[in-house]
């Protein structure tokens, strides 16, 4: 995978976990954090507490992993819950699907393999999960592979360039 899409360079590696028959809600999600939401009971379809040791906060409307120091982006793992393919703001649910997106520039090389664990981990609630970014199935379970090699080959472009991803310099690039 040497061609490199300008969308891995500058924005990162996407992939959507599709639900079927049953989808989750908004109760069902928030249980990733580690607690049940006050007003939005979990329909018993999906049991994501386990996930809770992914380290997911409801982060604005959506879901992420908020970086646990000053390098890099502040949250360097969102989760977006979609409908109709597209992430949706202040929605109680059913969910199709959600997005998990990771800025590899953005990001110390480091937290990668934190991105394919959280992959690998919600894909096992899946029905389907596609590599967004090269609109690449992958299979259930996930064959990772081509999205470390694609991350691992980021990392050395911008190498290359004289540039450290997570970098203070990475996080000044404009996109």
């Not at 386990?50 to 992993?65: M, R, S, Y």
């Not at 969910?95 to 959280?118: G, T, W």
Request: proline letters at 8%; one cysteine or more.
């Amino acid at each position: 995978m040497a061609d490199l899409p300008e969308n891995l360079l500058y924005q990162g590696a996407s992939i959507d976990i599709s639900f079927a028959p049953s989808r989750p809600t908004f109760g069902d999600l928030f249980l990733i954090c580690g607690d049940r939401h006050p007003k939005f009971s979990p329909s018993g379809k999906f049991a994501f507490e386990p996930l809770a040791d992914l380290q997911f906060e409801q982060v604005d409307d959506f879901f992420g992993i908020r970086s646990l120091n000053d390098e890099g982006d502040d949250v360097p793992i969102w989760l977006y819950p979609l409908v109709d393919g597209e992430p949706v703001y202040r929605h109680p649910g059913p969910f199709d699907a959600v997005r998990l997106d990771y800025n590899i520039l953005r990001s110390p090389a480091r937290r990668a393999e934190h991105y394919l664990k959280c992959v690998a981990a919600l894909a096992g609630f899946g029905a389907g999960v596609l590599y967004r970014s090269r609109a690449v199935e992958l299979g259930l379970p996930p064959d990772l592979s081509g999205i470390r090699a694609d991350i691992d080959a980021v990392v050395q472009h911008w190498a290359a360039q004289g540039i450290e991803v997570g970098s203070s310099e990475a996080l000044e690039f404009d996109f």
